[in-house]
């Protein structure tokens, strides 16, 4: 008991809420396929970053996550290798279904980038991503998600457009990424994000991310996570 919180305090990060998982000191603490664990040495990650080494293991619980940390500490891999881990453990998709991951970023470039990181983990097992943001024709996307997909990378407005145009249905999804939420409603999204959360089942695992915790993210998080560990890093928050 000592040692973990002192563990966590090596690592910077403040942690609260109940029955809280053990921080993991390596990747190889988290149980992953040998799949996974080639595709994390791929990208030369030798160890995880301190907020990969509490959330990695309360994402994989099944725990719903606020994580407070700034740009730079390796988010994208706290959400998308648990992402990866509950896909694999789901029935195989019926080929025109989907999706089972759903990823909300702020902006098209933010979303590229998470989009390309989540590629590098999900090709070798197989699972579909499909970015839904601007920059591509949203006939194209219509097509790729027709085709069904495991994982969506969107931003909000585009992905209420291709909810609209019944491109997607949300019905098998069970795992929700809200990425950068303070920049998302600064950018006036709340609404959207708040359509888009409605339109996925009540008892999905939900993960929130932001580097600030203003009031109205703070109200978000209240009504749309379910007993939720927070998990600061750092002096932000
Ligand atoms: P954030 O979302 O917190 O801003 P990112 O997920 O974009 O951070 O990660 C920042 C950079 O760190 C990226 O280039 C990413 O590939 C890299 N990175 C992530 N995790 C690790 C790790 N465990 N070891 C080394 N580099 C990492
Ligand atoms: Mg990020």
Request: charged share 25%; net charge positive.
């Amino acid at each position: 008991e000592q040692d973990v919180t002192e563990y966590k305090k090596s690592l910077g990060i403040r942690v609260s809420g109940f029955d809280v998982p053990k921080p993991i000191k390596q990747f190889g603490d988290c149980g992953f396929s040998s799949t996974l664990m080639g595709a994390i040495s791929k990208q030369a990650y030798e160890k995880p970053t301190s907020i990969q080494c509490q959330a990695l293991p309360i994402v994989l619980s099944g725990r719903d996550i606020i994580g407070i940390a700034k740009t730079g500490s390796g988010k994208t891999a706290a959400f998308v290798l648990p992402m990866i881990v509950h896909i694999m453990d789901q029935p195989e998709l019926d080929k025109e279904e989907g999706p089972i991951g759903v990823i909300c970023a702020p902006t098209r470039e933010l979303a590229h980038q998470i989009y390309l990181e989540t590629k590098k983990f999900a090709k070798p097992h197989g699972i579909r991503v499909t970015g839904i943001y601007g920059g591509m024709s949203k006939l194209d996307q219509f097509k790729e998600l027709k085709a069904g997909c495991e994982i969506v990378v969107a931003t909000p407005g585009r992905l209420i457009d291709l909810l609209k145009m019944k491109a997607l249905t949300m019905l098998k999804a069970t795992y929700l990424v809200l990425d950068e939420a303070d920049r998302m409603f600064d950018l006036g999204f709340e609404p959207q994000v708040r359509s888009i959360v409605g339109q996925i089942r009540p008892d999905r695992q939900t993960l929130l991310f932001s580097a600030t915790m203003p009031p109205k993210v703070e109200r978000l998080a209240r009504e749309i996570l379910t007993d939720p560990i927070r998990v600061t890093v750092g002096e932000v928050g």
